[in-house]
């Protein structure tokens, strides 16, 4: 159950194969201060869906580094009826720059059946280096964090890809920098627990690890709109399969154009 937060995190980060000079000019434009967007981590048990836990991230607007950044925090729990079973209280913040969306610091503070990791990163992007709080290290030009990767996808032009194409992307977590790739899938019509979309499809690239199988064996669904919100996430786990839905947001960007129907 470790990495609870990350089984969203991970899964909807995308970082475009382009040219170097586009990647680190891209800006944003399905984003804005203010917004926030909910998502309920439902575990699998046969045709039995146990509702464990939520992440909301939300995004805010403030000066670091004396520039204007995107404060942006996700904070990741597990009902209290689940707590006896596994706790979780995750918090990860990324600070992005709003001109270039670069992360100038990210910090990982999670609680997870008390597994505990505390790690503050400050990233000098002229330099190619993470400082973390055990050290420094090289990093690629205009690296991303967990967080700050999401966001940053939410402006892929996905126009550009064709069913099958894979699409790399690298980010800074615990001091390693992890090359992976996600598949575009397509486009399809999605039914999650709150409602129906014309969505985004694409499967990432996994590390096998304690929790999920090696491969591309989860699915990833972001709304097929200019805001590009995730939708759902399906994955076979070592016990069971988890589902990821969004159940709330507010202050989009644009008008919910992907959503059909809602329950």
């Given amino acids: 159950m470790r990495y609870f937060l990350l089984i969203i995190l991970f899964l909807t980060c995308i970082r475009p194969a382009k040219a170097q000079n586009d990647f680190c000019s891209i800006r944003n434009t399905s984003f804005k201060t203010g917004e926030s967007v909910t ?16 992440a909301t ?9 004396n520039r204007d950044v995107y404060h942006i925090v996700a904070d990741g729990k597990t009902y209290r009826a689940y707590d006896w079973v596994f706790k979780v ?7 992005l720059d709003t001109a270039t969306l670069q992360p100038l610091k990210f910090i990982r503070n999670v609680n997870e059946g008390g597994y505990k990791i505390y790690n503050n990163v400050i990233f000098n992007q002229a330099g190619h280096q993470a400082i973390s709080t055990t050290g420094t290290f090289t990093v690629p030009p205009c690296v991303q964090d967990v967080i700050s990767s999401i966001y940053y996808a939410r402006n892929i032009d996905f126009s550009k ?14 001091d390693q920098v992890y090359n992976i790739y996600v598949r575009y899938m397509g486009k399809e ?5 709150f409602g129906t979309f014309r969505a985004i499809k694409f499967r990432p690239l996994l590390i096998k690890g304690s929790m999920f199988e090696g491969g591309e064996k989860m699915t990833v669904w972001v709304s097929d709109d200019a805001n590009k919100v995730p939708l759902r996430i399906e994955s076979p ?14 202050n989009l960007r644009y008008p919910f154009t992907s959503l059909i129907k809602q329950r």
């Fill in 39 to 54: 998502l309920k981590v439902f575990y699998a048990l046969g045709k039995m869906f146990i509702g464990a836990g939520e």
């Fill in 57 to 65: 991230f939300n995004v805010g607007l403030e000066r670091f580094a």
């Fill in 89 to 95: 209280r995750d918090r990860y913040e990324t600070y």
């Fill in 161 to 174: 890809y064709k069913p099958e194409d894979k699409i790399p992307f690298a980010m800074f977590l615990d």
């Fill in 189 to 193: 019509e999605i039914k999650t627990k």
């Fill in 237 to 250: 786990i070592s016990v069971g399969s988890v589902v990821v839905d969004m159940i709330n947001y507010s």
